[in-house]
């Protein structure tokens, strides 16, 4: 079974501090995708990013990273020198398959991150 | 490109009251999926389309709900009668086909608030 783990459940920081989302999952797939995605105050749902398990490479995008460790089975995401506009609830999301159409995601419980002026 | 629309944005309506909320999928995607958020539950999928057939309905709660997806460019989510735990945010997500076959990015809709009182 799919499971997506944020142990995490909320966070508070100062602006311009770094700050880590862990997420671990657990699957029995050996192809995979991996996601984060954003939900501000205002309810909607963003993707961030989609990462496929054949590709541990770090991602950087502006402010934001990722690290994914095949290894440990996490995905964890990195926001640097944080911003009031980043306070938000994070996802990570696992899909069950790597192709086919009747793929789905398994979501974490998220992390609600706050961020302070 | 229009996102995912989803339509009405909030409703309110007493217990008993019939609750179709309407999602409209972004152009191309042959992937449909809805979803409920709750703070007790988190985020659950209800049903999901293929090529406006319903693959997997397991999640939905009980006979009272029903989905449905006439065409490729809209979908209803009903609930009839509804009651007080109804109360939530639904959510639409679709997806294209992947290149390959290859699992690709669930893009959410704004979602709807429903309060049932």
């Known amino acids: 079974a799919q499971k997506v783990t944020q142990a995490q459940t909320e966070i508070s920081v100062v602006e311009k501090e770094d700050v880590t989302l862990d997420c671990v999952y657990e699957t029995r797939d050996t192809t995979y995708y991996l996601f984060w995605y954003k939900q501000p105050p205002s309810g909607e749902l963003v993707f961030l990013i989609r990462?496929?398990?054949?590709?541990?490479q770090n991602e950087i995008s502006g402010r934001y990273s990722w690290n994914f460790q095949k290894s440990t089975s996490s995905f964890n995401f990195t926001i640097t020198a944080s911003q009031v506009v980043d306070s938000a609830v994070y996802f990570c999301?696992?899909?069950?398959?790597?192709?086919?159409?009747?793929?789905?995601?398994?979501f974490g419980k998220g992390i609600t991150l706050s961020v302070r002026p | 490109d229009a996102g995912v629309i989803q339509s009405p944005r909030h409703e309110v309506t007493e217990m008993g009251q019939e609750v179709t909320l309407r999602c409209k999928p972004i152009?191309?995607?042959?992937?449909l999926f809805w979803y409920r958020q709750t703070m007790m539950r988190g985020l659950e999928l209800l049903i999901y389309?293929?090529?406006?057939?319903?693959?997997?309905d397991s999640g939905m709660p009980e006979d009272r709900f029903s989905a449905k997806m006439p065409n490729a460019s809209f979908s209803t989510l009903k609930i009839q009668p509804s009651e007080p735990r109804d109360s939530a945010v639904y959510f639409c997500?679709?997806?294209?086909?992947?290149?390959?076959?290859?699992?690709?990015?669930?893009?959410f809709g704004p979602g709807t608030r429903l309060t049932v009182l």
């Open positions: 990462r496929n398990s054949f590709d541990e």
């Open positions: 389309f293929n090529n406006n057939v319903p693959i997997d």
């Open positions: 999301a696992l899909s069950d398959a790597y192709w086919g159409a009747n793929s789905k995601l398994t």
């Open positions: 152009s191309g995607h042959n992937s």
């Open positions: 997500a679709s997806r294209r086909r992947g290149e390959r076959g290859i699992t690709d990015t669930q893009y």
